[in-house]
């Protein structure tokens, strides 16, 4: 059996509050080859480690992102007394421990975002991830050689034509809509493919069983390679 990748989603939010320091040194103690984290702008122009477009879910604050500047961000608790980092923050922390999957989750960040990484000097692999997939050619265009991961919800039915029309190097799909067919596919096109977010032991394996190169997952301590 091949070597599945272990990826630590948004760290490894099983263990500690997601997209939080705490989260992805989890992620790393547990050996994970990327931690997987959301990356949002502030009022301010600020590059944030954050899912929601809201704080209200993962914070004890409220109100929009976009709206609100890193200084108040700053304030927040995202749990257990951490708080939101900054993409400079994660890089660090990250640095020389292990991967970085950065999924991009607003239109317009694709050449900052590129910037930010450049001039920390990150030298481990890095792949962009989006549902935005302009985004990811917008990577491309200030990269060019820049990993990049085309992210499906639903799969459409020209999947493989439109993903390489940006020119990616890895496919992300849905634990539940990939099948073995579609895993052979994207591979016949040179394409990596991983599945998120697949955190039952079950799920996590009949994820290996269709043949995929990663496994991203809130508990990526249960992704075992035979």
Same mark, same amino acid.
């Given at each position: 059996?091949?070597? %599945?990748?272990?990826?630590?989603?948004?760290?490894?939010?099983?263990?500690?509050?997601?997209?939080?320091?705490?989260?992805?040194?989890?992620?790393?103690?547990?050996?994970?080859?990327?931690?997987?984290?959301?990356?949002?702008?502030?009022?301010?122009?600020?590059?944030?480690?954050?899912?929601?477009?809201?704080?209200?879910?993962?914070?004890?604050?409220?109100?929009?992102?976009?709206?609100?500047?890193?200084?108040?961000?700053?304030?927040?608790?995202?749990?257990?007394?951490?708080?939101?980092?900054?993409?400079?923050?994660?890089?660090?922390?990250?640095?020389?421990?292990?991967?970085?999957?950065?999924?991009?989750?607003?239109?317009?960040?694709?050449?900052?975002?590129?910037?930010? %990484?450049?001039?920390?000097?990150?030298?481990?692999?890095?792949?962009?991830?989006?549902?935005?997939?302009?985004?990811?050619?917008?990577?491309?265009?200030?990269?060019?050689?820049?990993?990049?991961?085309?992210?499906?919800?639903?799969?459409?039915?020209?999947?493989?034509?439109?993903?390489?029309?940006?020119?990616?190097?890895?496919?992300?799909?849905?634990?539940d809509t990939a099948t073995r067919r579609l895993v052979e596919d994207f591979h016949r096109a040179g394409l990596l493919v991983f599945v998120?977010?697949?955190?039952?032991?079950?799920?996590?394996?009949?994820?290996?069983?269709?043949?995929?190169?990663?496994?991203?997952?809130?508990?990526?301590?249960?992704?075992?390679?035979?």
């Amino acid at each position: 059996m091949h070597r %599945v990748l272990r990826i630590g989603h948004r760290g490894a939010a099983g263990h500690a509050p997601e997209n939080t320091l705490a989260a992805i040194e989890k992620g790393i103690a547990f050996g994970v080859d990327f931690v997987e984290i959301d990356m949002r702008r502030t009022a301010d122009g600020a590059l944030v480690v954050l899912h929601d477009e809201t704080v209200n879910r993962t914070t004890n604050g409220t109100g929009l992102v976009a709206q609100l500047s890193l200084a108040d961000l700053k304030k927040l608790d995202a749990g257990n007394g951490e708080h939101i980092p900054t993409l400079e923050d994660v890089l660090k922390v990250i640095a020389r421990r292990a991967g970085l999957m950065l999924e991009l989750k607003v239109k317009g960040t694709a050449q900052q975002a590129v910037e930010v %990484v450049r001039e920390a000097g990150f030298r481990n692999p890095i792949i962009y991830a989006s549902f935005l997939h302009e985004e990811l050619s917008h990577v491309r265009a200030v990269d060019p050689g820049a990993s990049l991961m085309v992210l499906f919800g639903r799969v459409p039915n020209d999947a493989v034509s439109s993903a390489l029309a940006h020119g990616p190097s890895h496919i992300g799909l849905r634990h539940d809509t990939a099948t073995r067919r579609l895993v052979e596919d994207f591979h016949r096109a040179g394409l990596l493919v991983f599945v998120y977010t697949a955190d039952s032991p079950g799920d996590i394996q009949h994820a290996v069983s269709l043949g995929v190169d990663g496994v991203i997952s809130n508990f990526p301590e249960r992704i075992m390679n035979q």
